[in-house]
Nanobody
Framework: QVQLVESGGGLVQAGGSLRLSCAASGSIFRFNVMGWYRQAPGKQRELVADITTGGISNYADSVKGRFTISRDGAKNSVNLQMNSLKPEDTAVYYC?????????WGQGTQVTVSS
């Protein structure tokens, strides 16, 4: 079993920055993909960004140039630096890890961007 513990999030004004962190523990295969998804009220959960153990990252078009994902592979932790935040970034952000055929989720953390 894999556990994910998230931290960060909160309320920020438009144009501001926030940093989300997530640490995974448990039975984790050395090759995996960690990432962040978000879900706004009334919308489907969507990928924000993810990154492989080899450091290959992938971003949603809506966050490219504003968000940066990074990870410490040795610790199976991932961070999401969010800059130039917009009201439309408001959502619950979920940490995710994909290991072989399995996918695990964190409990979610609220990010609210006021205009």
């Amino acid at each position: 079993q894999v556990q994910l513990v998230e931290s960060g999030g909160g309320l920020v004004q438009a144009g501001g920055s926030l940093r989300l962190s997530c640490a995974a523990s448990g039975s984790i295969f050395r090759f995996n993909v960690m990432g962040w998804y978000r879900q706004a009220p009334g919308k489907q959960r969507e990928l924000v960004a993810d990154i492989t153990t080899g450091g290959i990252s992938n971003y949603a078009d809506s966050v490219k140039g504003r968000f940066t994902i990074s990870r410490d592979g040795a610790k199976n932790s991932v961070n999401l630096q969010m800059n130039s935040l917009k009201p439309e970034d408001t959502a619950v952000y979920y940490c995710n890890i994909r290991v072989l055929q399995s996918s695990y989720w964190g409990q979610g953390t609220q990010v609210t961007v006021s205009s």
